[in-house]
């Protein structure tokens, strides 16, 4: 499989203080990363300078080979090729689920009305919200709305999508219907760095999982084998805190 | 009584001057708008220089007295009829209370989904006409509506460059009800509030068609 994206020594400070102190690592066509650490480590920093909602202080991003962290690069247009799923959904709250969904494919792909209605019904069809297309983002559960903003970010036919701890802000029940929707996502075959408290979703679908702590990554590898036989102490500590992983 | 026959045959004239006022209204509001909208997304959007020129536009227009912008504008030397003169000078000062306004509803939007906007690759003008001014006519609407009433009662100020809107008939009428003053006054006050009971009634159905389902409506 190709390398679709290749972080090299990224950086960030906030004033003072050092984010991220050179990160890098590669991910391959179809593949699924975890990114895993404690709160503050900088993994969620480190999503937000991949498609520069913080831009990176420096180091190289290259997206199918193309370095996008230079001036010259069209941030609109990679950034519609990068999905983004935030925490808190930010659905449009005056768009319904179909407009919601429709969005990207009309306003930013620029596509006619017709053509981005069929991509979002089959986005719409793929999180399961089928019979919810009218409804209103404040109608609609936690779990549905996440739903709704993994279609709307799929409907841009994005070349990998990023998730910012999805289910942070779910109780258990909804965080399974949307690692549901995570879960098919990868399976068929969909790009995605996914920063996640949901050790037991890395575990078992991730291809691949960084362990981020205080800016750096400490540890990457093969998550069965990390998440079994950490290498490193800090990594080790960080894992004891979860409680039923084998 | 003599008196109420005198409003009842004076009633055309009363007519006239309202469609004057709603005339001076509708010109103020509109001009209000564009400016107050420009002003509100200048402050709010835009770079260190054009914010600057808008918030010192805003403090300006804020700062002087309807009556005192009334007489500058209708003194200037463009020859502009009364009418006119009162739609600017009024205009003016109504767009920087609705430049508040419109701050404020936007200022409203989530940023959340702003930001989720950007993620997607969508322009910063696209963002604001896709996403926050759609949002911000229905936070608008209500202040908004406080704006007309008290707007609508302002347009009796005209009549001292000499439009010839409500208060101004009224004058004329009373030159000739051989002391009853109030009782004229007391018609124009009921006029008044027939107007803006009307408009308002109007603004709020426009609120409820505009309700996004799953927020709470106006009661």
């Known amino acids: 499989m190709s390398t679709i994206l290749e972080v090299k020594d990224l950086t960030k400070k906030f004033a003072d203080t050092e984010v991220l102190k050179g990160i890098s690592f590669e991910l391959k066509k179809g593949e699924t990363l975890a990114v895993i650490g404690s709160s503050g480590s900088g993994k969620s920093t480190m999503l937000r300078c991949l498609n520069q909602l913080s831009p990176p202080d420096s180091g190289e991003i290259l997206l199918e080979g193309v370095n996008i962290n230079t001036p010259e690069i069209d941030l609109n247009t990679v950034r519609a090729d990068m999905g983004f799923v935030f925490q808190d959904f930010n659905l449009f709250i005056h768009l319904s689920v179909l407009e919601n969904v429709m969005f990207g494919p009309l306003r930013v792909r620029g596509l006619p009305k017709k053509e981005a209605r069929e991509i979002a019904m089959a986005e719409i069809e793929r999180v399961g919200m089928i019979d919810k297309i009218d409804f209103y983002p404040a109608q609609l559960s936690g779990g549905q709305q996440q739903r709704i903003s993994i279609a709307r970010a799929l409907a841009l036919r994005p070349k990998l999508i990023l998730f910012d701890e999805p289910t942070s802000a779910l109780d258990p029940e909804l965080t399974g219907e949307v690692l549901g929707v995570m879960t098919a996502l990868a399976n068929d075959g969909m790009t995605a760095i996914v920063v996640t408290h949901e050790m037991g979703f890395a575990q078992s679908v991730a291809d691949k999982a960084i362990f981020i702590d205080q800016g750096i990554i400490v540890e990457q590898g093969v998550p069965e084998q990390m998440f079994a036989a950490p290498r490193h102490e800090r990594t080790r500590h960080f894992l004891s805190n979860f409680v039923g992983l084998e | ?219």
Request: contains cysteine.
């Open chain 2, 1 to 219: 009584m003599e008196i109420i026959r005198i409003l009842i045959s004076e009633l055309p004239q009363f007519a006239k001057g309202t469609l004057i006022a709603l005339e001076v209204l509708a010109g103020l509001l509109a001009l209000g708008l564009v400016l107050g909208l420009a002003i509100a997304l200048a402050e709010i959007f835009g770079n260190t220089v054009v914010k600057f020129f808008a918030t010192t536009l805003r403090k300006f227009l804020w700062a002087i007295p309807q009556l005192v912008l009334l007489f500058l504008v209708f003194y200037l030397p463009f020859d502009l009829n009364p009418v006119c003169a009162a739609i600017i000078a009024l205009g003016l000062c109504s767009s920087a209370f609705q430049s508040q306004i419109f701050r404020g509803a936007i200022l409203s939007v989530q940023s959340g989904q702003i930001e989720a906007a950007k993620a997607m690759g969508l322009s910063k003008p696209k963002i604001i006409f896709y996403i926050v001014i759609p949002q911000m006519i229905r936070l608008s609407i209500g202040p908004w509506t406080n704006e007309f009433s008290s707007e609508l009662k302002d347009t009796s100020l005209a009549y001292v460059v000499g439009v010839v809107e409500i208060m101004r008939q009224a004058k004329y009428i009373i030159a000739y009800t051989f002391g009853n003053t109030a009782a004229v006054y007391l018609f124009v006050g009921v006029l008044y509030f027939m107007l803006t009971r009307i408009g308002t009634y109007f603004f709020y159905k426009l609120e409820e068609r505009l309700w996004v389902p799953g927020f709470e409506k106006r009661s």
